[in-house]
C-alpha cells in the first residue's frame, strides 16, 4: 500500500532552517508530484508548493518562494522540504500529500510538527 | 488567490441524521473541489474530488454536489466515525487553496 512516512518533530529557533523528508513507498516514486502543505490551528492549511520526483522541477507558493526549497532524491525516493529565515509563525504541522494528476491529494504522510520557539 | 469559505463553523447532528455542509468560492472554480474528512492526530482522508466523484472506499453515505461557486457535501444517515472536522480544498487555481473547515459533532 502507499506510504509517505515523514521525520520527525524539530525545534528550531527564530532565523534558523529546518528540513523535513518524506519517503514514499509502495508505488512507482517518478510517477507523481508531492506537495507540502502546513496547517496551524490560526490559519488553517497552507499550500507550500509542489515537486515533480521525475525530473525534480517544482513550483512554489508566492508566499513562500525565496524560503521553500523543495528537492528529491530517487536513490531512496525521499522528498525533502527546507524552510529557511524561521519565523514564530512557521510553527506549524507540515504535511507531504501525493497527488495521481489533477491537484488534490490521494495521499498524506503522517505530518511533521515543526515549532519555532527562542 | 480563490477565498474559500466553509459554513457553519461547527454543526451538531444526531447519530442517523443527515448532515449537510457547505463551501463557497470566492470566484469560479467550476468543478474542481475535493472534500476531506480529518480526525484528531490524523491526516485529512479524501472523501470526494471533482465536487462530486466519491474516492475509492468512501462509503455512499458521503456524497458532493455543486459547481461554479457553491459547493455541499451531504453524509446521509451519520455514523459515530463520521464526526470529524471536514474540509473543502480548490484545484481549479493557483494556488492551491483551503476553507477553514467545519467541525461535525454529535448533538
Known amino acids: 500500500q502507499v506510504q509517505l512516512v515523514q521525520s520527525g518533530a524539530e525545534v528550531k529557533k527564530p532565523g534558523a532552517s529546518v528540513r523535513v523528508s518524506c519517503k514514499a513507498s509502495?508505488?512507482?516514486?517518478?510517477?507523481?508530484?508531492i506537495h507540502w502543505v502546513r496547517q496551524t490551528p490560526g490559519r488553517g492549511f497552507e499550500w507550500l508548493g509542489m515537486?515533480?520526483?521525475?525530473?525534480?522541477?517544482?513550483s512554489y507558493a508566492q508566499k513562500f518562494q525565496g524560503r521553500v526549497t523543495m528537492t528529491r532524491d530517487t536513490s531512496t525516493n525521499t522528498v525533502y522540504m527546507d524552510l529557511s529565515s524561521l519565523r514564530s509563525e512557521d510553527t506549524a504541522l507540515y504535511f507531504c500529500a501525493r497527488v495521481l494528476g489533477e491537484n488534490y491529494f490521494w495521499d498524506w504522510g503522517q505530518g511533521t510538527l515543526v515549532t519555532v520557539s527562542s | 488567490e480563490r477565498v474559500m469559505t466553509q459554513s457553519p463553523a461547527t454543526l451538531s447532528v444526531s447519530s442517523g441524521e443527515r448532515a449537510t455542509l457547505s463551501c463557497r468560492a470566492s470566484q469560479s472554480i467550476n468543478s474542481n473541489l475535493a472534500w476531506y474528512q480529518q480526525k484528531p492526530g490524523q491526516a485529512p482522508r479524501l472523501l470526494i474530488f471533482?465536487?462530486?466523484t466519491r474516492a475509492t472506499g468512501i462509503p455512499a453515505r458521503f456524497s458532493g454536489s455543486g459547481s461554479g461557486t457553491e459547493f455541499t457535501l451531504s453524509i446521509s444517515s451519520l455514523q459515530s466515525e463520521d464526526f470529524a472536522v471536514y474540509y473543502c480544498q480548490q484545484y481549479n487555481n493557483w494556488p492551491l487553496t483551503f476553507g477553514q473547515g467545519t467541525r461535525l459533532e454529535i448533538k
Open positions: 515537486i515533480n520526483p521525475s525530473g525534480g522541477s517544482t
Open positions: 471533482g465536487a462530486s
Open positions: 509502495g508505488y512507482t516514486f517518478t510517477n507523481n508530484y
